[in-house]
């Protein structure tokens, strides 16, 4: 069992930056694979960033690569998300998520575990 809880979200204007952290309960986080995932009002849930066990792979939407990076320190248990170049599109409620299976971990489906969810929103 994992516990996922999101932080670091907020207001910011657009242009700016924002970090957000995920911390995992549990001795076995180095297992499993992370993920970012965000909803917006009226949306469907969408992929943003996930990283691998080791953290050697990353994959990003192609809507935020180049502006977001993913990263993790699982000697922390915690993953995180950079998010630079913000954009109003951008504002969402972000969720982390964690798997211990193999797979795309492009699709929520995929995933196990959930945290609540961190606000971000983009002012113009």
């Known amino acids: 069992q994992v516990q996922l809880v999101e932080s670091g979200g907020g207001l910011v204007q657009a242009g700016g930056s924002l970090r957000l952290s995920c911390a995992a309960s549990?001795?076995?986080?180095?297992?499993?694979?992370m993920g970012w995932f965000r909803q917006a009002p009226g949306k469907e849930r969408e992929f943003v960033a996930a990283?691998?066990?080791?953290?050697?792979?990353?994959y990003y939407a192609d809507s935020v690569k180049g502006r977001f990076t993913i990263s993790r320190d699982n000697a922390k248990n915690t993953v995180y998300l950079q998010m630079n170049s913000l954009k109003p599109g951008d504002t969402a409620v972000y969720y982390c998520?964690?798997?211990?299976?193999?797979?795309?971990?492009?699709?929520?489906?995929?995933?196990?575990?959930w945290g609540q969810g961190t606000q971000v929103t983009v002012s113009s």
């Open positions: 990283i691998s066990w080791s953290g050697g792979s990353t």
């Open positions: 998520a964690g798997t211990g299976y193999g797979g795309t971990w492009l699709r929520a489906m995929e995933y196990d575990y």
């Open positions: 549990g001795r076995t986080f180095s297992r499993y694979a």
